[in-house]
Nanobody, 128 residues
């Protein structure tokens, strides 16, 4: 059974930084590619960032590229998202997600349906 638990959300001021964490209670975290998504009210869930199972490859949405960092610590079964210079349009519920790919070849996945399991989300609200 896999369980993802996000933390680190809350209210932040525009221009500040935020740091999110996602702990995977499963036993095969190091074999899974991970991603962060977000969903604002009335909008579809959108891709934010993805990282390969070994942490070597990261991929970002254009909207956060250059001001965000996704990373992971496989010894702690944790994936992180740090975002600098946040904007009001970053306000959303942020979700982490995981997937397993038997091919061994990492290809960044940007669609929610490409991921196998999800956390319950953490709210991030950016005030102007």
């Amino acid at each position: 059974q896999v369980q993802l638990v996000e933390s680190g959300g809350g209210l932040v001021q525009a221009g500040a930084s935020l740091s999110l964490s996602c702990v995977d209670a499963g036993r095969t975290f190091s074999a899974h590619d991970m991603g962060w998504f977000r969903q604002a009210p009335g909008k579809e869930r959108e891709f934010v960032a993805a990282i390969s199972y070994d942490g070597d490859i990261q991929y970002y949405a254009d909207s956060v590229k250059g001001r965000s960092t996704i990373s992971r610590d496989n010894a702690k079964n944790t994936v992180y998202l740090k975002m600098n210079s946040v904007k009001p349009e970053d306000t959303a519920v942020y979700y982490c997600a995981g997937r397993w790919d038997s091919s061994g070849l990492y290809v960044p996945k940007k669609l929610p349906e490409d991921y196998d399991y999800w956390g319950q989300g953490t709210q991030v609200s950016v005030s102007s």
